[in-house]
C-alpha cells in the first residue's frame, strides 16, 4: 500500500527557475521491490523534470498496467496522473494530447504493457507522431505475476526457474525507428548521467520520444542467465562516460565517447556489452542506425544513448492543422456555428 | 380502387451501379410533393456485384414505419429476379428491364409484368458506356413517374440542385427520364391504380438519415476530439462530422482546423482516446457498432469507474459476432447498460427519428460531463443510414455548455480542501479538475483500481463500498437530467400498455393505431433513456399486460426493466422483430394478436 511521505522539508533546499524544490517534483513511497530498476528511472524523471524547470502542473503523466505503470505515482505528485488499462497508455495520451496541445506528456510503460498486450497501440502513437515522451521500463518479464517472460526477452535468456526463451525478443527502439518515432533513445536504469539527459531531450522534443530503459527486475529476472540481468553492471555503469543534454532552443546533441563496451560475464558463457554511441554512425540517418542496431544484437551487445533523432518532425497536431488553441479551451464561440447555419442546413435538406 | 398517396414501391439494383442516387431521387421528388415518404435501403456486405435493394414506402397519413407487401417492383437485376416476382402483393405490378428476355417459369399470373427494355433505350440514346449504365437507372425513374404521377418538373428542379456547378449533366439526365416517361405512355396505361399526388403535408420537415444528423449534433454539442474505427454501420457519422465541422468549425483568421479527427487502429484505441480527450477536458466522442462495443469494454470499465466524461454512439447491426453487419437490430441493449466486468451500469439514450439524434447527441455532451460517466447513444442501422423525413433541427440561442462540477483555477484557489471524489451535494457527483488548471492545486490521479474519496489508491473495503455506492447514486441524479419517456394520447381506458424504443416507435404508433380501428385500445410509452425513471414503472403497473416491442430475439428491454424495476416477468408480453429488416406494424399485429385473442387462462 502507497503512504505519504513526511511533509518537512529543509527550508533552504534550493529552488530551481521555477521556484520549486527537488521534493516538490517526488511523489509518494514507491511499493516496489527495494532496489528495483523502475524506482531509479522514476528518480532519473524527478531530477530530469527538476533541472528542465518544468512547471508539475504543465506535466500529464500517464501509464497502463503493470509494476511500471505505478510508477508515476511515485513522482510528480503536483502533476495530473492517469493509470489507465493494461497496454492503453498510448491511445489515452493521444486523446489528451489532442484535447490540449500546451501540456508535456509524459507516458511510462512497461516491456508486457508495450510489446505484448499493447504492441498496437504503441506502434500507431509511433506512427502518429504524438508530441510525448514514451519511457518504456524494460526488464524482460512480468513481475507483478510472478516472472513468466514477456516479448522483449531475448532468444536464449534463461528465467529464474532455468527455463530458455525459445522466442525472438522485439527491438522496440529499432521498430519505433522504422515506424518514424522521431526521438529513440536506449539507457540503463543504474546509469542515472545518462539517462537525465536523455530524458530531458525527450521531453524538450516536439514529437514522439521513445525512452527504451533497460530495468533490471530484482526479484524475477535478476538470476545468471538472463540478459535484462543487472547487479553487476551497475558498477560498470558508473565508469561510462557523461552524456550531456543541451535545451532544446539550439539543437540536442550527445556527447559520446568512442566505442566504449561494458562487456558482462554471464553465468552461462554469453556476454552482454553495454556499448555507447560511437560518432560513427549518425543519429539522423535511419538506416545507419538500424544497421548498428543489427551489428550491436550481433554481437550480443546492447547500445546505449541517443540512436536516433530527426530535427524535421512534424508532430500529430501539426499533421492534423489543428488550431493552436488548445481544443479543450475553446468556447461556445468558436463550436456552436450558430442558428443561421442551421436554418441554412435544414434548407438544404428539405 | 385507386389509392392515393399508400403504396409501397421496391426497387431490386445491382450493388455498385449507382442505383442509390437514382432511387433517392425517387423519394425525395416524392417528400417534395409534400407528401410522407419513408425510404429503407437493404443491402449486402459487398463493395460491387451482389443484390442489393431500397423500399420507398409513401404514406398519406404519415407512417414512416416499414411496410410489408410490395405493390410495385421495380428490378433490373436478373440475379433476383426469382425472389423480387415472389415478394409483389397479388395484383401488384413488376417492372423490369426487358432487353433480355424474363424465364417464361417466373412468370406469375396474380400479378402485372411492366417490360421496359431499359438497356436497348440507353444503348440506343448514349454512346459513353459508363452512361449507358448509369442512366438506365434515370430512365425508370421517368417510367414510375408516369406510372405514378410524380411532377417532372419537381424531378428537373432535384437535377438542378444536384448538378450545380455541372450543368452539363442536366440535359442527358431529362433525356434518360423522358425515354423511360415516353415509353410508358406509349405502351401502358397510366396512372396505376396507386399513384402520388402533391400535398402539403411534410410542411418544413427534413429529410436526412440519422448518422448525419447525429454528426451535426456533435458539432453542435462542441464535440472538438473525434477518434474512431470504420465499421458499418457507424462510419458515415464520422465522415458526416467531418464534412460539417470543415464547413463550420476552421478558425476564421488562421485556417486552422477547431477539431481534430483521428482514424484510430482499432477501436479500443478510438475509445482510449475519447476517454484521453475528455480526461483533459474536451468534448470527445465515437462512434461503432455492436462488434466495436465488445472490444470498447474494458474502457467502459475505466471510464465508468474513474468517472471520466465520453460520449459514444452505437450504430447497431445485426449481431451476435459480425452478425448482420448490413442489416439492422436493437441488439446491444443488454451488453451497453451494463459494459465491462464488476457491478457497472450506463447511461443510455433511444432516439428515433434523426431530429432525436441531432439533440440526443448535442445534449449527450452536456449528460456525459454533468454526470462523469459514458453515456451511450443507441442508434442503430435503419435510423443511422436511411433517410427518414423528420422535424427541422433546432437549438436554443442561448444555448451553452452544461459541464457540470469542474473547478477553475479560482475555484481552487477558494477553496480550503478538495476531494476528486468527494460527494459533497448528496447527489452523488464530485468535483472534478481539468490538467493544468491551477499552479499547485488540483492535481490528482487517475486510476481503474480501487480508490478512496481523494483518488488516492486503496483496497480498504469500508472505502471501496464508500465510492462504489456513491457512483451509483449517480444514477439516480441521472434520471433527473436524461429525457423522460413519452406517451400516446391514453383517451380511452384500456388493460393493456405498449413499451417500444428508437426506431420501434414508427411501427408501433401504426400498429395501435390499425387496433384502436378494431375497437382494442393500447397505450403507448416511448422510452428515451436509461436508467429507467420511477414514471416507466408507474405506467406498467396501471395495465394487466404490457407488450414491450425491440428488435431483437431475446427481448432484452424487457429483461431490463425486469431487472432494474423488479417488475413481474409475465406482465410484460415480448414482441420481437429481429431478422435484420425494419420492424413492420403487420409484425407487431400479428404477436399481439396472438396474445390478445388466445386465452390465457
Same mark, same amino acid.
Given at each position: 500500500m502507497?503512504?505519504?511521505?513526511p511533509?518537512?522539508?529543509?527550508?533552504?533546499l534550493?529552488?530551481?527557475?521555477v521556484?520549486?524544490?527537488?521534493?516538490?517534483?517526488?511523489g509518494?513511497?514507491?511499493? /516496489?521491490?527495494?532496489?528495483?530498476?523502475?524506482?531509479s528511472?522514476s528518480a532519473?524523471?524527478?531530477e530530469?523534470?527538476?533541472?528542465?524547470?518544468v512547471?508539475?502542473?504543465?506535466v500529464?503523466?500517464?501509464?497502463g498496467?503493470?509494476?511500471?505503470?505505478?510508477?508515476?505515482?511515485?513522482?510528480l505528485s503536483?502533476s495530473h496522473?492517469f493509470?489507465?488499462?493494461h497496454?492503453?497508455?498510448?491511445s489515452?495520451a493521444?486523446?489528451?494530447?489532442l484535447a490540449n496541445r500546451? /501540456?508535456i506528456y /509524459?507516458?511510462v510503460s512497461g516491456?508486457?504493457?508495450t510489446?505484448?498486450?499493447g504492441m498496437?497501440?504503441f506502434?500507431h502513437a509511433v506512427?502518429?507522431n504524438v508530441?510525448m515522451?514514451?519511457? %518504456? =521500463?524494460?526488464n524482460?518479464?512480468?513481475?507483478?505475476?510472478k516472472g513468466q517472460?514477456?516479448?522483449?526477452?531475448?532468444?536464449?535468456?534463461v528465467?529464474?526457474?532455468? $527455463? %530458455?526463451?525459445?522466442?525472438e525478443?522485439?527491438d522496440?527502439?529499432a521498430l519505433?525507428?522504422?515506424l518514424g518515432a522521431?526521438?529513440?533513445a536506449?539507457?540503463?536504469?543504474g546509469?542515472k548521467?545518462?539517462l537525465?539527459?536523455?530524458?530531458?531531450g525527450?521531453?524538450?522534443?516536439?514529437?514522439?520520444?521513445?525512452?527504451?530503459?533497460v530495468?533490471?527486475?530484482?526479484?524475477f529476472n535478476?538470476?545468471?542467465g538472463?540478459t535484462?540481468?543487472?547487479?553487476y553492471?551497475r558498477?560498470?555503469?558508473?565508469a %561510462?562516460?557523461?552524456v550531456?543534454?543541451?535545451?532544446?532552443?539550439?539543437e540536442?546533441?550527445?556527447?559520446?565517447d568512442h566505442? %566504449?563496451?561494458?562487456?558482462i560475464e =554471464?553465468h552461462?558463457?554469453?556476454q552482454?556489452n553495454f $556499448?555507447?554511441?560511437s560518432?560513427?554512425?549518425d543519429?539522423?540517418?535511419?538506416?545507419?542506425v538500424?544497421s548498428?542496431l543489427m551489428?550491436?544484437k550481433e554481437?550480443?551487445?546492447?547500445?546505449?544513448?541517443l540512436l536516433?533523432f530527426?530535427?524535421?518532425?512534424?508532430e500529430?497536431?501539426e499533421?492534423l492543422?489543428?488550431?493552436?488553441?488548445?481544443?479543450?479551451?475553446?468556447?461556445e464561440?468558436? /463550436?456552436i456555428?450558430?442558428?443561421?447555419v442551421?436554418?441554412k442546413?435544414n434548407?438544404?435538406?428539405? | 380502387?385507386?389509392r392515393?398517396?399508400?403504396?409501397?414501391v421496391?426497387?431490386a439494383?445491382v450493388?455498385?451501379?449507382?442505383?442509390?442516387s437514382?432511387?433517392f431521387?425517387?423519394a425525395?421528388?416524392?417528400f417534395?410533393?409534400?407528401?410522407?415518404?419513408s425510404?429503407?435501403?437493404?443491402?449486402p456486405?459487398?463493395i +460491387?456485384?451482389?443484390?442489393?435493394?431500397?423500399e420507398?414506402?409513401v404514406?398519406?397519413?404519415?407512417y414512416?414505419g416499414r411496410?410489408?407487401?410490395?405493390?410495385?417492383?421495380?428490378?433490373?437485376?436478373? +440475379?433476383?429476379?426469382?425472389?423480387?416476382?415472389a415478394?409483389v402483393k397479388p395484383g401488384?405490378?413488376?417492372l #423490369?428491364d426487358?432487353?433480355?428476355k424474363?424465364?417464361?417459369?417466373?412468370?406469375r &399470373?396474380?400479378?402485372?409484368f411492366?417490360?421496359?427494355?431499359?438497356? !436497348?433505350?440507353?444503348?440506343?440514346?448514349?454512346?459513353?458506356?459508363r452512361?449507358k449504365?448509369?442512366f438506365?437507372?434515370?430512365v425508370?425513374?421517368?417510367a414510375?413517374a408516369?406510372?405514378l404521377?410524380i411532377?417532372?418538373p419537381?424531378i428537373?428542379n432535384l437535377?438542378?440542385?444536384?448538378?450545380?456547378?455541372?450543368?452539363?449533366?442536366i440535359?442527358p439526365?431529362?433525356l434518360?427520364?423522358?425515354?423511360?416517361s415516353n415509353y410508358v405512355k406509349a405502351h401502358?396505361?397510366?396512372p396505376l391504380?396507386f399513384?402520388?399526388?402533391?400535398?402539403?403535408?411534410?410542411?418544413d420537415?427534413?429529410m436526412?438519415?440519422g448518422?448525419?444528423?447525429a454528426?451535426?449534433g456533435?458539432?453542435y454539442?462542441?464535440?472538438?476530439?473525434?477518434?474512431?474505427?470504420p465499421?458499418?454501420?457507424?462510419t458515415?457519422?464520422?465522415s458526416?462530422? &467531418?464534412k460539417?465541422?470543415?464547413?463550420?468549425r476552421?478558425?476564421?483568421?488562421?485556417?486552422?482546423?477547431?477539431?481534430?479527427?483521428? @482514424?484510430a487502429e482499432d477501436?479500443?484505441?478510438?475509445i482510449?482516446?475519447?476517454?484521453g480527450?475528455?480526461?483533459?477536458?474536451?468534448r470527445a466522442?465515437?462512434?461503432?457498432?455492436?462488434?466495436?462495443?465488445?472490444?470498447m469494454?474494458?474502457?467502459?470499465?475505466?471510464?465508468?469507474?474513474a468517472?471520466i466524461?465520453l460520449?459514444?454512439v452505437?450504430? @447497431?447491426r445485426?449481431g451476435?459476432?459480425?452478425g448482420m453487419?448490413?442489416?439492422? +437490430?436493437?441488439?446491444?441493449?443488454?451488453?451497453c447498460a451494463?459494459?465491462?466486468?464488476g457491478?457497472?451500469?450506463?447511461?443510455l439514450?433511444?432516439?428515433s427519428?434523426?431530429t432525436e439524434?441531432?439533440?440526443?447527441m448535442?445534449d449527450?455532451?452536456?449528460y456525459?460531463?454533468m454526470?462523469?460517466t459514458?453515456v451511450?447513444?443507441?442508434?442503430?442501422?435503419?435510423?443511422g443510414m436511411?433517410d427518414?423525413?423528420?422535424d427541422?433541427?433546432?437549438r436554443?440561442?442561448?444555448q451553452?455548455?452544461?459541464?457540470?462540477?469542474?473547478?477553475t483555477?479560482?475555484?481552487?484557489e477558494?477553496?480550503?480542501?478538495w476531494?476528486?471524489?468527494?460527494?459533497? &451535494?448528496g447527489?452523488?457527483?464530485?468535483?472534478?479538475?481539468?490538467?493544468?488548471?491551477h499552479?499547485t492545486k488540483g492535481?490528482?490521479f487517475t486510476r481503474?483500481s480501487s480508490?478512496d474519496e481523494?483518488?488516492?489508491y486503496s483496497?480498504?473495503s469500508?472505502?471501496?463500498?464508500?465510492?462504489?455506492d456513491r457512483?451509483a447514486?449517480?444514477?439516480e441524479t441521472a434520471?433527473?437530467?436524461i429525457?423522460?419517456p413519452? #406517451?400516446?394520447?391514453q383517451?380511452?381506458?384500456?388493460n393493456?400498455?405498449c413499451?417500444?424504443?428508437?426506431?420501434?416507435?414508427?411501427?408501433s404508433m401504426?400498429?395501435?393505431?390499425i387496433?384502436?380501428?378494431?375497437?382494442?385500445?393500447?397505450?403507448g410509452m416511448r422510452i428515451?433513456?436509461f436508467?429507467?425513471?420511477?414514471?416507466?414503472?408507474t405506467f406498467?403497473?396501471?395495465y394487466?399486460?404490457?407488450?414491450?416491442?425491440?428488435q431483437?430475439?431475446?427481448?432484452?428491454?424487457?429483461?431490463?426493466l425486469?431487472? &432494474?424495476? !423488479?417488475i413481474?416477468?409475465?406482465k410484460l408480453?415480448?414482441?420481437?422483430?429481429?431478422?435484420?429488416t425494419?420492424?413492420?406494424?403487420?409484425s407487431?399485429?400479428?404477436?399481439?394478436?396472438?396474445?390478445?385473442?388466445?386465452?390465457?387462462?
Open positions: 502507497s503512504y505519504i511521505k511533509k518537512f522539508a529543509h527550508p533552504r534550493p529552488k530551481n527557475e521556484g520549486y524544490t527537488k521534493k516538490y517534483y517526488e509518494v513511497i514507491s511499493t /516496489l521491490c527495494a532496489g528495483c530498476g523502475h524506482d528511472i532519473a524523471i524527478v530530469a523534470c527538476f533541472e528542465l524547470n512547471e508539475p502542473h504543465r500529464a503523466k500517464l501509464s498496467i503493470g509494476c511500471s505503470s505505478k510508477t508515476p505515482a511515485y513522482y503536483n496522473g493509470n489507465s488499462v497496454g492503453r497508455m498510448p489515452v493521444t486523446g489528451a494530447n500546451s /501540456l /509524459l507516458g516491456d508486457g504493457d510489446a505484448s498486450i498496437g497501440q506502434v506512427r502518429r508530441n515522451t514514451y519511457i %518504456v =521500463m524494460n524482460g518479464c512480468y513481475g507483478l505475476t517472460d514477456s516479448a522483449t526477452a531475448d532468444y536464449g535468456s528465467s529464474k526457474s532455468g $527455463h %530458455v526463451n525459445t522466442y525478443g522485439i522496440l527502439c519505433a525507428i522504422q522521431t526521438y529513440v536506449q539507457s540503463f536504469s546509469d548521467q545518462q537525465i539527459p536523455l530524458i530531458k525527450a521531453l524538450s522534443h516536439s514529437g514522439f520520444s521513445l525512452i527504451n530503459v530495468s533490471p527486475c530484482v526479484t535478476n538470476n545468471p538472463s535484462k540481468s543487472y547487479d553492471v558498477e560498470h555503469n558508473e %561510462v562516460s557523461k550531456d543534454f543541451v535545451p532544446v532552443k539550439e540536442i546533441t550527445v556527447s559520446y566505442s %566504449v563496451v561494458t562487456p =554471464m552461462d558463457g554469453t552482454i $556499448h555507447k554511441l560518432p560513427v554512425w543519429p539522423e540517418n535511419k538506416i545507419s538500424l548498428a551489428f550491436a554481437k550480443h551487445e546492447m547500445l546505449t544513448g536516433y530527426d530535427k524535421n518532425s512534424k500529430l497536431h499533421l492543422h489543428t488550431t493552436d488553441t488548445p481544443l479543450h479551451q475553446l468556447s464561440k468558436e /463550436l456555428p450558430g442558428l443561421e442551421l436554418e442546413f434548407e438544404s435538406m428539405r | 380502387m385507386s392515393v398517396n399508400d403504396f409501397v421496391k426497387f439494383n450493388n455498385g451501379t449507382g442505383s442509390a437514382a432511387n431521387l425517387f425525395k421528388a416524392i417534395r410533393m409534400g407528401v410522407p415518404v425510404a429503407k435501403n437493404i443491402f456486405s459487398n +460491387q456485384g451482389l443484390p442489393t435493394w431500397y420507398v414506402r404514406s398519406e397519413k404519415g414512416l411496410k410489408e407487401g410490395i405493390d410495385l417492383m421495380v428490378s433490373v437485376n436478373p +440475379q433476383s429476379f426469382k425472389e423480387d416476382i415478394c401488384g405490378y413488376f #423490369y426487358s432487353t433480355k424474363l424465364h417464361e417459369e417466373f412468370l &399470373e396474380d400479378i402485372h411492366i417490360d421496359i427494355p431499359l438497356m !436497348e433505350l440507353c444503348n440506343n440514346a448514349f454512346t459513353d458506356p452512361q449504365q448509369l438506365k437507372n434515370i425508370y425513374v421517368g414510375l408516369a406510372l404521377q411532377e417532372i419537381v428537373e437535377f438542378a440542385e444536384q448538378f450545380k456547378g455541372k450543368e452539363k449533366l440535359e439526365n431529362m434518360a427520364l423522358s425515354l423511360g401502358f396505361d397510366y391504380p399513384y402520388a399526388e402533391k400535398r402539403n403535408l411534410t410542411k420537415k427534413i436526412i438519415d448518422n448525419a444528423a454528426a451535426l456533435a458539432v454539442g462542441g464535440a472538438t476530439v473525434v477518434s474512431w474505427y465499421i458499418t454501420p457507424s458515415s457519422l464520422v458526416s462530422f &467531418e460539417y465541422a470543415t464547413r463550420m476552421i478558425d476564421p483568421v488562421t485556417g486552422k482546423n477547431n477539431f481534430a479527427i483521428v @482514424q477501436e479500443l484505441a478510438a482510449g482516446m475519447a476517454i480527450a475528455n480526461w483533459n477536458g474536451a466522442f465515437t462512434a461503432t457498432s455492436g462488434a466495436g462495443i465488445s472490444l469494454n474494458e474502457f467502459l470499465g475505466l471510464a465508468f469507474y468517472e466524461p460520449v459514444l452505437d450504430v @447497431q445485426g451476435p459476432s459480425t453487419p448490413t442489416r439492422t +437490430q436493437q441488439s446491444d441493449l443488454l451488453t451494463y459494459a465491462s466486468h457491478d457497472t451500469k450506463h447511461v439514450l433511444f432516439p427519428t434523426p439524434c441531432f439533440d440526443m448535442a449527450a455532451f452536456d456525459a460531463e454526470l462523469q459514458p451511450i447513444m443507441m442508434s442503430d442501422l435503419d435510423l436511411n427518414h423525413v423528420t427541422p433541427f433546432s436554443d440561442e442561448k451553452t455548455f452544461r459541464r457540470g462540477k469542474v473547478l483555477a479560482e475555484d481552487l477558494n477553496r480550503k480542501t476531494g476528486r471524489y468527494l460527494d459533497e &451535494e447527489d452523488g457527483i464530485p468535483y472534478r479538475t481539468i490538467p493544468g488548471t499552479p492535481s490528482y481503474g480508490h481523494f483518488a488516492r483496497e480498504d469500508d472505502t471501496y463500498k464508500r465510492v462504489v457512483i447514486k449517480k444514477f434520471k433527473k437530467i429525457p423522460s413519452q #406517451y400516446t394520447e383517451n380511452h381506458p384500456s393493456f400498455g413499451i417500444y424504443f428508437g426506431t420501434s416507435e414508427h411501427a401504426e400498429a395501435m393505431d387496433l384502436a380501428a378494431d375497437g382494442l385500445y393500447v397505450h428515451k433513456s436508467p429507467f425513471q420511477e414514471e416507466v414503472a406498467i403497473n396501471r394487466d399486460k404490457v407488450f414491450v416491442i425491440e431483437n430475439k431475446m427481448a432484452q428491454m424487457r429483461s431490463l425486469i431487472n &432494474e424495476l !423488479e413481474s416477468p409475465e408480453i415480448p414482441v420481437t422483430h429481429y431478422d435484420g425494419p420492424v413492420t406494424a403487420e407487431i399485429l400479428s404477436q399481439v394478436n396472438h396474445h390478445v385473442f388466445v386465452p390465457s387462462n
